[in-house]
């Protein structure tokens, strides 16, 4: 399947993934971060229960120097 | 309080107190490193930081502005700088709260002009209103039309935060008196945000009575950022202790001499 992350096409094996599976297969598991799944914020608590499918969008985002 | 008197002058926003009037901003830094030092120079407490897509390269492992500003020690504040519809606003400001912790203290600006940079009112009231629906703390930029500034301290803001100048130009304080109007009417803390240059820029600004100013470039864009760092902290102290004595008043020439007219050896 393919997914769009913070603008960037990636393919992945499986059909579906969960949002646990995608921080750990981008090692960002250390860093703060947000993660939106077509638009919608994920809770933390949900990370392990929801699937991320072919064609889904997501934002990954952190904080970074700003005025 | 009484206008006279240094104790308990603590700056309230949104029931949080803090010691520092100095806000800060942290972007435009050569690095971490030196972004730190200047903030600590500057005894600010609360920081603006910005909310962007995580760099997914090669280096994971590298430092984050967040090893170098403890969340614990700083009161971030999640802003959003780039945004120029209420919609992506209202989008990153509950990524940032996910992102936080549940921390619901933002600064909500809403550009209307990639020139100027100059804040879109509308859209910033529209987002405003929904964000303080959500539970959100809105502190909020804004132009310095004392209207609008009454508008949003109505519909719930926080904090109103009007510029003194355009965003990075370093131009100063140039229309005091519609700053001076602002302050007069509105009861939550006026922070000048945006356009002071340089340490005077920040004390006039404290001289007309604002409860605070924050700044970034001013600092950041300084030949010494950590020395500038030390400047705006006292400005900021300067201007604030001058407006809590209350200035004499002007005269064009005074038939006063501070020295005594008796005595004088003849």
């Known amino acids: ?67 | 309080m009484d206008k006279r008197d240094l104790k308990n002058d603590e700056l309230v926003i949104a029931g949080r107190i803090f010691n520092s009037r100095l806000l800060v901003g942290t972007g435009k830094y050569n690095d971490f490193k030196e972004t730190r030092s200047a903030i600590e120079k500057s005894g600010a407490e609360i920081v603006t930081v910005a909310i962007r897509r995580t760099n997914l390269g090669q280096n994971q492992q590298e430092p984050s502005l967040l090893d170098f500003l403890p969340p614990d020690k700083f009161t971030y504040l999640p802003n959003t700088a780039g945004c120029y519809s209420a919609d992506d606003a209202i989008r990153t400001l509950r990524l940032a709260r996910e992102l936080l912790g549940g921390h619901n203290l933002v600064k909500l600006e809403v550009l209307g002009d990639s020139d100027t940079l100059y804040p879109n009112v509308l859209e910033t009231i529209a987002a405003a209103k929904v964000l303080i629906k959500e539970g959100f703390d809105v502190m909020v930029y804004t132009s310095d039309d004392p209207i609008v500034a009454q508008q949003l301290e109505d519909i719930g803001c926080c904090a109103v935060m009007p510029l003194a100048s355009l965003i990075g130009s370093g131009m100063g304080i140039l229309n005091p008196h519609n700053l001076e109007i602002i302050i007069n009417k509105l009861t939550v803390p006026v922070i000048v945000d945006a356009g002071v240059g340089t340490a005077s820029d920040a004390a006039i600004a404290m001289e007309l009575g604002c409860d605070g100013v924050l700044m970034n470039t001013a600092i950041a864009a300084a030949g010494n950022p950590i020395l500038m760092a030390g400047a705006m902290r006292k400005g900021i102290e300067a201007g604030r202790e001058a407006f809590l004595a209350g200035r004499m008043n002007k005269k064009l020439y005074s038939a006063s001499p501070s020295s005594p007219t008796k005595g004088l050896i003849k």
Do not use: C, W
Not at chain 1, 27 to 41: F, L, M, P, W
């Open chain 1, 1 to 67: 399947m393919k997914i769009v992350i913070n603008g960037i096409e990636k393919e992945f094996k499986k059909n579906k993934i969960t949002p646990q599976d995608l921080v750990n297969f981008l090692k960002i598991t250390g860093q703060r971060y947000a993660i939106e799944h077509n638009g919608e914020i994920i809770p933390r608590s949900d990370f392990s229960e929801r699937d991320i499918r072919d064609g889904d969008m997501l934002e990954i985002v952190g904080a970074v120097g700003g005025g």
